[in-house]
C-alpha cells in the first residue's frame, strides 16, 4: 500500500492551472519535509517546490511566482497549485516525504506520480 497518493493532474491549455494533491498515510507526516518533483520524458526528475516543517518553502526558479506549496497537516495531505501553466511543465509530478528538504536520497517516501499535461 503506498504511504503517498497524489491526484489532481490532468490535461489543460496553457495559461490554466491545476491543484495536485498529495495524501499522506505516513506516522510522520507533520515532522517531515514536503517535496514537489516532476519528471518529463528523457529528463531527469527536477525539485519544485519544498516545504519543510517550519513552512519555509524554496521553490526552483523554473516555476518560481507561479506554482504554491502548501500543505494541511490535520489532513495529511500536502497542496501544489500550479497556475499560467506552459507546455514545458508537461510531466509526470511527484511527492516525496523525509526528515529534510534536499537531494532525492533524503526523501523516504515517494509517491507514483500524476502526469500534467499542457497543451500550446
Known amino acids: 500500500q503506498s504511504k503517498l497518493v497524489e491526484s489532481g493532474g490532468g490535461l489543460v491549455h496553457a495559461g490554466g492551472s491545476l491543484r495536485l494533491s498529495c495524501a499522506a498515510s505516513t506516522v510522520t507526516f507533520d515532522y517531515d519535509a514536503v517535496g514537489w518533483f516532476r519528471q518529463a520524458p528523457g529528463k531527469e526528475r527536477e525539485g519544485i517546490p519544498c516545504m519543510d516543517t517550519s513552512g519555509t518553502i524554496k521553490y526552483s526558479d523554473s516555476v518560481k511566482g507561479r506554482f504554491t506549496a502548501s500543505r494541511d497537516n490535520a489532513k495529511n495531505t500536502a497542496y501544489l497549485q500550479l497556475n499560467s501553466l506552459k507546455p514545458e511543465d508537461t510531466a509526470v509530478y511527484y511527492c516525496?516525504?523525509?526528515?529534510?528538504?534536499?537531494?532525492?536520497?533524503?526523501?523516504?517516501?515517494w509517491g507514483q506520480g500524476t502526469q500534467v499535461t499542457v497543451s500550446s
Open positions: 516525496a516525504t523525509g526528515p529534510i528538504c534536499g537531494d532525492l536520497y533524503e526523501y523516504h517516501y
